[in-house]
């Protein structure tokens, strides 16, 4: 959790936010302290930005995130954001990719007895969620900083590396409409090789990518010109 002053020094409209806080370096969020409190004015740092939850929505069937269409709002400026009572007012950094556990699993210890609907981590040490807002060039840690994904944008594609120390699944929900020159995919190559039709979809409304893939490290390669 980092204050303001540490993101923006040199920025004194963010300096003076102290109700307001960075978790990770792409989480920007901000609590509502006025009782009763609907909504609120969240100053957004310098970069771009988007509104998680206008993003995407929580389906409570799954407890997993839905990616949806999502805008981008630019920094050094104050928007006013809504705030339901289930709703913590969450800012995600354009460029980020968020490494997430899958929705099931309800505990991070690794001991104790299975029991039926009860699912440990150690149940689910071979998946791994990601929701991707990629542009331009960024990076992200996990694990401990001990395995990392890098994004990359570039001339009508995106690739995606990933730097595991484990085999694992991966589920990709990535926004394509946050690019700084949004394209349509035409194949998903995983390690050189063409993913099937049926391992990934494009939602052309959402402009959301989804994907599966499998492996330790790798390059998914996601092309928007194909011959």
Same mark, same amino acid.
């Given at each position: 959790?980092?204050?303001?002053?540490?993101?923006?020094?040199?920025?004194?409209?963010?300096?003076?936010?102290?109700?307001?806080?960075?978790?990770?370096?792409?989480?920007?969020?901000?609590?509502?302290?006025?009782?009763?409190?609907?909504?609120?004015?969240?100053?957004?740092?310098?970069?771009?930005?988007?509104?998680?939850?206008?993003?995407?929505?929580?389906?409570?069937?799954?407890?997993?995130?839905?990616?949806?269409?999502?805008?981008?709002?630019?920094? &050094?400026? #104050?928007?006013? /954001?809504? =705030?339901? @009572?289930?709703? *913590?007012?969450?800012?995600?950094?354009?460029? +980020? !990719?968020?490494?997430?556990?899958?929705?099931?699993?309800?505990?991070?210890?690794?001991?104790?007895?299975?029991?039926?609907?009860?699912?440990?981590?150690?149940?689910?040490?071979?998946?791994?969620?990601?929701?991707?807002?990629?542009?331009?060039?960024?990076?992200?840690?996990?694990?401990?900083?001990?395995?990392?994904?890098?994004?990359?944008?570039?001339?009508?594609?995106?690739?995606?590396?990933?730097?595991?120390?484990? &085999?694992? #699944?991966?589920? /990709?929900? =990535?926004? @394509?409409?946050? *690019?700084?020159?949004?394209?349509?995919?035409? +194949? !998903?190559?995983?390690?050189?090789?063409?993913?099937?039709?049926?391992?990934?979809?494009?939602?052309?409304?959402?402009?959301?990518?989804?994907?599966?893939?499998?492996?330790?490290?790798?390059?998914?390669?996601?092309?928007?010109?194909?011959?």
């Amino acid at each position: 959790m980092r204050h303001l002053v540490l993101v923006a020094p040199d920025d004194s409209e963010a300096v003076g936010h102290h109700d307001e806080f960075l978790f990770g370096p792409d989480l920007l969020a901000a609590p509502i302290l006025v009782p009763g409190a609907r909504s609120r004015d969240v100053y957004l740092p310098d970069g771009a930005w988007v509104d998680l939850w206008r993003a995407g929505r929580y389906d409570s069937a799954t407890g997993g995130f839905v990616l949806g269409r999502a805008t981008i709002m630019p920094g &050094r400026q #104050t928007v006013t /954001l809504p =705030a339901p @009572l289930d709703e *913590l007012p969450i800012m995600v950094r354009a460029g +980020a !990719v968020l490494p997430l556990l899958p929705p099931e699993v309800d505990t991070l210890a690794d001991y104790g007895d299975a029991a039926p609907g009860f699912v440990r981590l150690a149940d689910r040490r071979d998946r791994l969620m990601l929701l991707a807002f990629p542009r331009g060039r960024s990076a992200a840690r996990m694990f401990a900083g001990a395995e990392g994904l890098r994004s990359r944008e570039g001339a009508g594609g995106w690739e995606l590396s990933v730097h595991g120390k484990e &085999r694992r #699944t991966y589920q /990709l929900q =990535a926004s @394509l409409a946050i *690019l700084e020159q949004p394209f349509e995919p035409c +194949a !998903v190559e995983w390690r050189g090789v063409p993913l099937p039709g049926s391992a990934w979809q494009w939602d052309r409304a959402t402009r959301v990518l989804r994907a599966e893939f499998t492996g330790a490290r790798g390059l998914l390669h996601i092309r928007g010109v194909c011959h």
